[in-house]
């Protein structure tokens, strides 16, 4: 019999169909990934591939015409109504008669490759929670008397051979008026938990929906609430948002908020109720912005840490604020959004939460681990994630650590002097000249030194109004390089440093960074107090990778990467001059930016990753930094800038 070979590209996968079959068919016999909504009917294009007729000797294939059939009436329908670009065809239309090679271009994998924009940055395969199919219904018949739940579940499995399949009840509740209003063909979202797992109809749609689905990856911190909104289909991010997290208002740090749950009945109801809502108007915002229905929004991941995922969830916190501090639950859950009252998401949308790593360490972490994936490396890398809590992880393909430590809100540009948070106008990089003392800065909002012409201008509309978190680091830092400031913190007079700008203070010194009083601007200092509040929260720091090393029995690690909105902004040289991290090449400390965040994308957009981020967080060691003794030893050591026995090279210079 006449049995042509084709050969998939860029999968390599090859075999003999009897000639006839259709290239999806072909695909699907072979195991090839190749996209389809329609299910074959020559409407949603998703099939498309590029046969690639030519010299193919190598594949011993040699034929080069007329290997696939000519358009037939679907395809050429298709083609006119909606077009075919130049050497494409319809995967479920052509058919195969003779030897061939076949392209699938990315955007007919399901399972495509996403190339993640960082260089170094491992591409995460789609394998989404949510597909669609269509799929044509038997209209009732009084003689077979049948509901229209069992007709269409038998549909799917005739049509797609998906078998189990379940429905949310507010799906079911629109079931009728859907199936009608499509005249008995309609579009389901199929939702899975896991690969193996039979899939729920979370959506329905008339006829054939066109476009793509898409899910919310949310990054749940104390501060900021940030949301990417992504296509299931191609994996790309169409837009970004953030909101405040309105749980400021009961306090600005976790513990604060614990407390307020602990001292007010209801409190922790009120701040249930309260993020609950800021989602909902995040997801609203973001769809706004990207111009997407709410009904395409069926898919969700959250991060956070602990205290907000209890919260969140509407667990109280209470146990979060004690030792031994026991997590209600840590496993990964999967939920539908209606139960966290998220009202403005479609009735089906379902939410998936990445599992915690301990009582003080968050699916916040968890989602750094999954992104920055220590485990597949034979380097050793410390991954910092800097928030009012540092979550520090430790590891390499062997082993991997997680600990926790109180650094405070002190690198957020809370507790100092002159700090504030992030904002335009806020110092966020600083330069003293080593010889004449006198500093040089730019502030948020504008990319101006301020002994840049025309930095005034620049600036008039913000002012220079504070230092934020990166810039009170860069500050001590710079004074300590300067001369201006001791190993042990302390600050200079003008006397010892021969610098107009040590000011008394007290009974101490302050070092004068900015006066803006003539312009009725703040005077912006660094006081003996902020050195004390940054010697501590880098103390804290450094304590708790140091812990992590002595568990590991190391004594340097290969990289340090400063994770978080806060690692994306503090210069690699700086926290290495104020021994904030263990001593390494500056060249091997690099910024991932929002991993977290990154971490939820990943997660949203593959099933795979899920189990992924939940077998490892099985296998992380955890270390609790409040019961070790040695991390007070280590505290007090780190409280020297850098470090009153470690090497730092840093500061050789
Ligand atoms: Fe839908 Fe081919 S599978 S057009």
Not at 19 to 31: P, S
Not at 298 to 327: K, R, S
Not at 391 to 409: D, F, K, M, Y
Not at 595 to 619: D, K, N, P, Y
């Amino acid at each position: 019999p006449n049995s042509p070979l084709v050969v998939f590209t860029p999968s390599g996968k090859r075999g003999r169909v009897p000639a006839g079959t259709t290239v999806l068919e072909a695909a699907r016999r072979l195991g090839v990934d190749l996209d389809s909504v329609c299910g074959g009917r020559g409407i949603c294009s998703r099939c498309q591939v590029a046969p690639a007729f030519g010299q193919f000797a190598k594949h011993g294939i040699t034929s080069t015409e007329a290997a696939l059939s000519d358009w037939n009436r679907v395809e050429a329908r298709y083609a006119e109504k909606r077009g075919l670009a130049p050497g494409r065809r319809l995967g479920c239309q052509a058919q195969i008669l003779a030897d061939v090679v076949i392209d699938v271009p990315a955007e007919s994998q399901l399972h495509r490759q996403v190339i993640r924009k960082a260089a170094d940055a491992r591409p995460v395969e789609m394998d989404p929670a949510l597909r669609l199919c269509l799929v044509e219904v038997t209209p009732p018949d009084m003689h077979a008397p049948s509901g229209d739940l069992e007709r269409l579940t038998e549909a799917l499995r005739a049509q797609w051979g998906i078998e189990g399949v379940t429905i949310s009840l507010p799906v079911l509740a629109d079931l009728q008026t859907t199936l009608r209003a499509g005249n008995w063909t309609v579009t389901a979202a199929l939702h899975r938990t896991s690969a193996d797992a039979p899939p729920r109809i979370t959506a329905l749609w008339p006829g054939l929906l066109e476009g793509d689905l898409y899910g919310l990856a949310i990054d749940l911190g104390s501060t900021t609430i940030a949301a990417h909104l992504v296509s299931l289909r191609s994996g790309e991010v169409v837009a970004s948002s953030g909101i405040m997290n309105p749980q400021i208002r009961f306090g600005e740090d976790l513990m604060s908020r614990v407390s307020y749950a602990m001292m007010n009945p209801g409190g922790a109801a009120e701040m249930t109720g309260a993020v609950r809502e800021a989602l909902t108007h995040l997801a609203q915002k973001i769809a706004a912005t990207a111009g997407i229905d709410m009904d395409r929004i069926l898919d969700l991941t959250i991060v956070g840490n602990p205290v907000m995922h209890h919260l969140l969830l509407g667990l109280d916190p209470v146990e979060l604020g004690q030792a031994p501090f026991a997590l209600a639950t840590s496993e990964a859950l999967n939920l539908p959004a209606r139960n966290l009252g998220i009202s403005a998401l479609p009735e089906g949308a379902q939410i998936y939460l990445l599992p915690l790593i301990a009582g003080h360490v968050g699916a916040d972490a968890a989602a750094v681990a999954l992104s920055e994936a220590p485990d597949h490396s034979d380097e050793l890398a410390l991954i910092v994630d800097v928030g009012t809590n540092a979550e520090i992880l430790l590891g390499n393909r062997h082993r991997v650590l997680a600990c926790s430590s109180p650094t405070g809100p002190a690198f957020e540009g809370a507790q100092i002097s002159s700090g504030q948070r992030a904002a335009p106008g806020a110092i966020e990089a600083i330069r003293i000249d080593p010889t004449t003392k006198e500093p040089r800065f730019r502030v948020i909002g504008s990319d101006l030194w301020s002994d840049d012409p025309g930095f005034a201008e620049a600036t008039a509309q913000t002012g220079v109004t504070g230092l934020c978190g990166s810039g009170i680091i860069e500050a001590v830092a710079e004074m300590r390089m300067a001369g201006l400031l001791d190993s042990a913190g302390l600050i200079g007079s003008a006397a010892q440093t021969g610098s107009a700008r040590m000011i008394p203070e007290g009974r101490t010194h302050a070092y004068l960074i900015h006066d803006g009083s003539a312009s009725g601007g703040p005077v912006i200092t660094v006081t003996q107090g902020d050195i004390r509040a940054i010697q501590l929260a880098k103390s804290a720091l450094y304590a708790g990778a140091r812990l992590l090393m002595d568990e590991m029995e190391v004594d340097a690690v290969d990289r340090v990467v400063l994770a978080g909105a806060f690692g994306a902004h503090i210069s690699p040289l700086h926290a290495l001059v104020l021994g904030m991290i263990p001593d390494v090449p500056v060249e091997d400390v690099t910024s991932a930016g929002n991993a977290a965040g990154t971490g939820a994308r990943i997660a949203l957009c593959s099933l795979a990753a899920r189990r992924r981020v939940e077998a490892l967080v099985r296998r992380i060691t955890k270390v609790e930094t409040a019961i070790e003794p040695r991390f007070q030893e280590h505290f007090v050591a780190a409280s020297a800038i850098p470090h009153a026995t470690a090497p730092f090279t840093q500061l050789r210079r």
